[in-house]
């Protein structure tokens, strides 16, 4: 069955196993309509904008992960701004939070996702939210300052706990999942698929990162996403149309394409 999704969160410019174009000739073969590619640090702004420029069904976003936040510089800042008003470029991120990693200082993290907080309240985008091992923190900062924004955003590839997710939705985020519902070790994330309410979930792949059962081991590639759908749907004992009309909904309502 082919259904019609859009891919909400990938970084098309990091997969290298196939060429781009066959890569986005099978998404569409399986129904995936449009793809947002994800910038994460000020040297790849370029190629998620040139992707989005250079294909009819890509879009992006500018941002800068926490793991790069060290990377950060007025100048980058000022390229997110000015790029919001580009008609393809769908939020601001992927901004957020990592203490598992700690690649960048925490507290260049927590003002680096401030900053681009503030930047999407001015310039009216919706958010692309990391957040791993910093629950508290990011509840905190979040309770801070979506009350400003008019477009809230979604915590993506979504692995944190019970609390931040009840919080995530009582503040109007959504919450992204991927093919880490269907590893084995990953109760606690289909516990979080339970919970969630469906106009508050969308899918993505991450590709290249966290290939769904059962391609374990290949490069992800948008094309999966159907895997994530179809696990939803039986975690939530749902008929996977259902899921299917669901999250297409609201990735339209958060993204505005």
Request: negative net charge; aromatic residues 8%.
């Amino acid at each position: 069955m082919t259904y019609r999704i859009i891919e909400t969160h990938c970084h098309l410019d990091y997969l290298k196993k196939r060429p781009l174009e066959d890569i986005l000739l099978e998404a569409k073969a399986q129904g995936i309509e449009k793809i947002i590619t994800i910038a994460v640090e000020p040297d790849n702004f370029d190629a998620a904008l040139e992707l989005a420029e250079n294909h009819q069904a890509v879009y992006f976003t500018q941002g800068i992960h926490p793991h790069d936040a060290k990377l950060f510089t007025e100048d980058a800042f000022l390229k997110i701004k000015e790029r919001a008003n580009h008609p393809k470029m769908l939020a601001v991120g992927e901004i957020g939070l990592d203490f598992h990693y700690d690649n960048s200082p925490r507290e260049i993290q927590a003002e680096v996702f401030k900053k681009q907080l503030e930047i999407a309240i001015e310039v009216n985008k919706p958010v692309v939210i990391h957040s791993r091992d910093a629950d508290e923190q990011t509840i905190t900062i979040l309770k801070e300052y979506a009350p400003k924004m008019n477009r809230k955003g979604v915590i993506h590839s979504f692995t944190s706990g019970p609390e931040l997710a009840q919080v995530a939705i009582d503040l109007g985020f959504c919450l992204g999942f991927n093919g880490i519902i269907t590893f084995k070790t990953a109760e606690n994330v289909r516990e979080i698929v339970e919970l969630c309410p469906l106009d508050k979930m969308i899918i993505e792949t991450d590709a290249p990162f966290l290939t769904p059962v059962p391609h374990r081991g290949k490069e992800n590639a948008p094309e999966y996403l159907p895997f994530i759908l179809e696990k939803i749907a039986e975690i939530k004992k749902l008929a996977p149309t259902e899921i299917e009309q669901a999250v297409y909904k609201n990735s339209v309502d958060l993204f505005k394409f």
